[in-house]
């Protein structure tokens, strides 16, 4: 399950299944993305739905369909997105974590060829909309919120890697926060700020420690990310900031320390500018009242949390050195 | 304030300004689109924000700019851009409709030359961030739901045109929702529903019958869009829908009944399809149970509902016969 | 097929319907959108491709439908669906408009409650890949630019009306460009400009004075568009522009003198600001060298032109006055 | 340089920082994402232009500002900004890759609590406009194609690793391509196919094999980026495909095989499905004419080719195992 074995091996043999080529398949994978299902379970006359958008990745042997477009080991992605919609019928959708190690599990065991399985999943929220008879029926939603949950399960046959977390939850803190003491040099023009508005969507991913079936128990995926998703919100409202750096470094550390199954988290937090509007030309004064949202360009700052003593597994960034 | 009367006058004075013109002006307006304000009010450590984008549209005695390139009769739409910002300052934000109501009287009466102004505001909703300290400081605040509260004032210096509205407000029921009886011909294969899964994205924009200064007290705008959007919400939920037309017209009734203020709504509603996937050749019954969430194509139902003797003000289409 | 005609005539006939109606319905209508259709035809080894993007609208006798969800007028979405597909294979895509006149007159005379269809149209368009052998088969594309065609038809069974035109041409001025002499008010802080950089994405909707069935030949669809865009483009290249009103009406203009079917044109502009950067902190100069390529807010200018004498029968705006 | 290096050091010497501390630093970086700057050269009334959007991630001894939230060795993103907009007057852009290699550079060589700098630039391309008077003015411009350049500089004070690519070139083949002998398992009901569309949307990123200043000259960036793309075109082309992992291999071999400084190269395909549309239920055949072109879910390939002998450097996917 080690990164660096990705390319070498596969490229040894497929080297030499051919004397005249010149170039050797690295790490490759291939599956149906976004498939949007919908499940929906009825209790009598109150309905629950889970609303998912599914991406499955898988890798294996492969060469053959690359090098000369075989497909005897190709599974159609295709029948992986009809494996989708038929493991929603048999198995239900417990949580975004179940579903995808079922399916993880299933495509890795169940092919010989495929080594390996990434099921990535965004699931979208939806509350009830109350109506005038509280004991009617109960069938009616409302998407909730702007934010998506995700996870993304990855198995090789023998481990587990689990990766929980949110994008697109946006927040603002309209003081406590502060920019100053810092490096300047011929290009720095920002002037030291004692009161801004720090602003940010959070785009958080963490990884659960279990990583094997006799590892135990695993966590109860839907109170652990309901769990962190309160600690980054608390973290984040709580934090009298100096930077957004060490307001990240918080919230990061909030997740790990509640949560003892949580080893690393990765968090990318765009700063959203809010510019104090200069109203001077206008005779107005603007004491922290008025502001401009900017778009672009913005500030990006992006970081890993470890637990003490933990390997950092959720990869950096995707071009990173 | 008639909208056939906008090409023709035009039109006529600017074809005797040249002898050798072959081309007229018609319609036309101007002005700074997407300003991004955000106003905040300090209540001691209790915070409130306000946050909009603001788009103003100018028009009046603009030939000469269009014809000659002279700006002499041209506000910049950099300048109305400062007085959005200026006017947050001097005036704060009640409401959207309040803010932009100030905002086009000052353009059509500062301004000679600008006969009408149209405001068009998109407001992003915030909710409490809750913290650990119940009675601390409250400055942090979460982005609510995806939809978005919209209004559109215009006026012309005598008279008010205030729609507000709202979109992105995406609700689905899982039952309660049937289609037949419908005509088929030679390319019809669709097959009769009696149980569908309904969902959309609701787009509404309501008319309040206010539109003059002397016309008594203008209404309450927030709380006539917080009950416009729970008429919406529950006439959705509430309905044995028999077509998305019969869902769509119950929606616009529910909102005018329940505001006597209110004389027009207008609603667009695409038809977001969930299909029930065919799980036969797996062996699996899918008794309404797992449906896939299709994007395109989408059915889009469309259409004014009116107070009984109202006029139909909101346009339909911009491009409409 | 007057405009005001649309909620008047329904709303009175829908009223007489039930003594209790509160409301009435005013204009609506309904359709498939977004279907997306690639045409093939092969020619030997070399083939052509049309690849579109149909939205269907209908309108008609449809009060039962809203009132009591009878849908015995409504010819199912899905079915307007399948007939795009299937026209494409008969009828073949000539060109979009004519594609459009084919499917609008079908359904407002194959079905007796459907009055009135329009029919949008996005078009995309493709080139050929060279290969290493230009005599060899010719079965390969690469979608060419961003921008989009456009065409509207819509028909009553007596008159046409036929919009053609483009969205997101994005052009671009580096001089010849000035903006100073407008008025300054309190709120005017801009600098006046002589060199400027002027840029814009093009939307265009222009409009064919061909309208009925015996109003003569209709025009070469493909021929008028592609003439419409090259003078759209050379206006803007041409014009020495003091306001992108100037521009504007220069580029309405053009189209309307080069071509004398059109008697009308829509342009909204965008003025994607590019602001010289202030680079004297650095101790550097900055003669028109070093832009900021601006996203929000921007300046939006919007008119018509129309042909001196045409009537002005394309919408302003979806929600003017 | 290695990738595991990122977090071990950095969190061991963060931990000894403070007895109490439960979490570490792991890999991290900041700066200013998406400096759209806009550079013209003016030679004579001929005029070039360079449009950029500019992304800067500086990482280094940053322990300080995320656990204590000292700044005192932060450069603060507004100042990368302004080095953006300042070296894009003092250097020019002479190609994206060289101003990348200018900025990374400056970073890591000016600041010493920078350790490492990545500028990730993308391009948008502009031809001119054809005017009347072909020897007159040239600076009108108009924006080509809906794709984008893409480079990659990442520079750690020593090595270089240059990543250069595009996204968005969308490409389609209305013939020779098959897809059968695949798996068949119970959840597959794809029908083999001996004639269908291929159609994606080209992402890909390669790597140069320039590593270090003293490594010989630098290619020359502009040629070989014009080189890979229509190797990437043509083998697009010409490949009769029996899977799309097949024509993606074909596509990377061809870029390395026809440039010996290109060693590396990762690409992603979407397989944008085109359904043959089932016409039989209206008595119409459909050979190879009409299809629907879909939008979700779709197959995702992506691959690595690698030169014999090469390593794998660029990240196959942000989360992989």
């Known amino acids: 399950m080690a990164g660096t ?3 070498a091996g596969t490229a ?4 030499s299944a051919t004397t005249a080529r010149t170039t050797v398949l690295g790490q490759n994978q291939y599956g149906k993305a976004e498939n949007r299902v919908v499940r929906v379970v009825r209790e009598g006359t109150t309905h629950h ?3 998912l958008s599914v991406s499955i990745a898988l890798s294996g042997d492969l060469e053959d369909v690359h090098y000369h477009g075989s497909n005897a080991h190709v599974l159609p992605t295709d029948t992986t997105k009809n494996t989708v919609y038929a493991f929603a019928r048999e198995h239900g959708v417990d949580s975004a974590e179940e579903f995808g190690i079922l399916l993880a599990r299933h495509f890795v065991t169940s092919q010989e060829p495929i080594h390996r399985a990434r099921i990535r999943i965004e699931e979208y929220a939806w509350e009830r ?3 005038a008879d509280p004991g009617g029926p109960a069938h009616s939603f409302v998407r909730k919120g702007q934010e998506t949950r995700f996870c993304e399960v990855t198995h ?5 890697r689990i990766v929980s977390g949110l994008q697109g939850l946006t927040v603002l803190n309209s003081t406590h926060s502060e920019f100053h003491g810092y490096i ?5 023009t920002l002037k030291e700020a004692y009161d801004r508005i720090l602003a940010t969507d959070v785009s958080a991913r963490w990884r659960y420690r279990w990583d094997a079936d006799d590892d135990g128990p695993a966590p109860d995926w839907d109170t652990a990310w309901d769990r962190a998703r309160t600690h980054l919100l608390r973290a984040f409202a709580e934090t009298y900031s100096r930077s957004l750096q060490q307001t990240l470094y918080g919230m990061g ?3 790990i320390e509640g949560d003892d199954l949580i080893d690393e988290i990765r968090l990318s937090l765009p700063n959203n500018h809010h510019f104090l509007v200069d109203l001077e030309p206008f005779g107005l004064s603007n004491d922290h009242e008025v502001y401009l949202a900017a778009d672009r360009p913005y500030g990006l700052i992006e970081a890993t949390v470890l637990r003490d003593g933990a390997e950092a597994l ?3 960034d995707p071009l990173d050195l």
């Open 156 to 160: 090789d046959g023998e481990r587990w």
């Open 184 to 188: 300047k040099d011929r290009y720095t």
């Open 253 to 255: 550390t909030r997740v």
């Open 314 to 316: 959720i990869p950096a």
């Open 12 to 15: 040894k043999g497929a080297s």
């Open 5 to 7: 074995a990705r390319s």
């Open 49 to 51: 739905i889970k609303d």
């Open 129 to 131: 909309i109350a109506t």
